[in-house]
């Protein structure tokens, strides 16, 4: 729609379509094309990355995707935070990476459901060692000491097969309690520390995978339109900052036993994770 109220493309390219904002008739029509694989739906069904490189005269600026996979509802430039977990998601713009940078922002006093103690996601995370608050409009070193950890901690949600809107660091939830819950169901004698283990190694095994098969530094990255000012709300003119970004995404790599400069997990880290044998893979 974007594309064609810049003129990008035109009803000759839409079936005859007016792909304007707001138009939601046109917006079932296209659905239902995109579906059936007719017209120039048979473009769109293939994504947004896809369909802009089809189309070319400065579509690709227009698709908000990482790695292929389109935005969700999250605005990275209301919450830094979100941005990086975009980057380095190892499947893409996923917002479920971690819990949201509000949760942890002590002026946001009305986040969610939990206003009347703003601080309550940032006390389940105590055992962890996160104890204060960072900004959401922040990419500092404790901003992705936050990331990386809650990342640990979410990659752990999917290891577990676990919803993470159901055991997400609430008021009558608290980190422990999984390892408490773990040990009851599976009678694994394990601790806080094998479990944040755990999703670390997921995390790491599938960016093995991801390296195995092409992926590279330059797809841990944003497009252009993060780093321009919002056009309006309360946070306009907001944006991320390239440089800080790009630093931001070095930190994270560092952090996780990465090369900073390749990506590519280092052989110390790959044994320390119990999964040494993936560095001859690597090599290959």
Known sequence: MECFEKGIITENETDGIKLNFGNAEAMLTMIEKIALRKGFGDILAEGSARAASQIGKGAEKYALHVKGQEFAMAEPRAKF????????????????????????????????????DPNVFLKALYPMGILDPVPSLSLSGEKVQLFTYLQHYWSLFNCLDLCIFTFEPVRTFKVNHLVEITRAVTG???????LMKSGERATTLTRCFNIKHGLTPEDDTLPERLFEGLGGGPLKGTKMDRKEFEKSITL???????????GIPTEGKLFELGIGWTHKELER
């Open 252 to 262: 994270y790599y560092e952090m996780m036993g990465w090369d900073p400069e390749t």
């Open 188 to 194: 694994w004698d394990t601790s806080l520390l094998e």
């Open 81 to 116: 935070g979100v941005g990086l977990a975009y980057a380095v998601s190892p499947t893409g713009a996923d917002h479920l990476q971690h819990e949201h940078d509000g949760a942890f922002d002590s002026a946001l006093t009305g986040y969610s459901h939990t206003a009347d």
